[in-house]
């Protein structure tokens, strides 16, 4: 499977140079995760009712660096981009059965692939799936095993943006469909969920310098 995408991507790229109606430029920006939790289930004493203690993440800044090619086609574009995404994890989970705190980095390549259109002007909207290879995750937390983790999860983006000569500025929100990580901590009964829902801001330059 890896092999399969590396190679599409290898395609996607080399064929950008070849035709007319394509355009190829270089990508950066932040990202803010408003996704990954801890999810603790306990019974209280005299209670057969199960509760659930939910915790979030926080510090969850991170930054992406990529390449970006459209092809242009009926009022429509195709847009396949390769990046490549850290994101900083932190949790303080006072949870009645636990209290762990840890932080971790996952570093990761995202590979979403957009449709989009022009709406008035330089404004754009566009949407479509996005696909991530996770390359690491570092738990800083020594309590922490029995976590398994996927190379592959799916996701969906959607946004907007304008474009000014070669330079474009988006914004664009990301909801993970799948878990990359998945597991308890310890003896715990604490689960590790750690799927995507982000806000993007990305600053683009496009190397060629055609006009549409």
């Given amino acids: 499977m890896k092999k399969l995408v590396l190679t599409a991507l290898t395609l996607t790229l080399t064929t950008s140079f070849l035709f007319a109606q394509v355009d190829i430029g270089l990508?950066?920006?932040?990202?803010?995760?408003?996704?990954?939790d801890f999810k603790e289930i306990f019974s209280e004493i005299g209670d057969n009712a199960s509760n659930i203690v939910s915790t979030g993440a926080d510090n969850r800044a991170g930054f992406h660096l990529g390449l970006w090619t459209r092809f242009h086609f009926a009022g429509l574009y195709l847009r396949p981009e390769v990046i490549y995404t850290e994101l900083n994890n932190s949790y303080d989970n006072q949870?009645?059965?636990?209290?762990?705190?840890?932080?971790?980095?996952?570093?990761?390549?995202?590979?979403?692939?957009?449709?989009?259109?022009?709406?008035?002007?330089?404004?754009?909207?566009?949407?479509?799936?996005?696909?991530?290879?996770?390359?690491?995750?570092?738990?800083?937390?020594?309590?922490?095993?029995?976590i398994e983790t996927d190379d592959f999860s799916v996701g969906l983006q959607i946004g907007t943006g304008i474009e000014l000569g070669r330079l474009g500025l988006d914004v664009r929100w990301e909801k993970g469909f799948s878990n990359d990580i998945d597991g308890k901590l310890g003896n715990t009964n604490i689960n590790v969920d750690n799927r995507p829902n982000q806000v993007i801001f990305s600053l683009a330059y496009r190397f060629n310098d055609r006009r549409r």
């Avoid at 990508?27 to 990954?36: L, P």
């Fill in 27 to 36: 990508k950066g920006g932040v990202n803010y995760n408003f996704g990954g």
């Fill in 95 to 146: 949870a009645p059965i636990a209290n762990v705190n840890t932080k971790f980095k996952t570093k990761k390549l995202d590979i979403p692939i957009l449709l989009g259109t022009k709406l008035i002007g330089p404004v754009h909207i566009f949407g479509g799936p996005s696909i991530q290879y996770l390359i690491k995750s570092d738990f800083s937390q020594d309590e922490i095993n029995n």
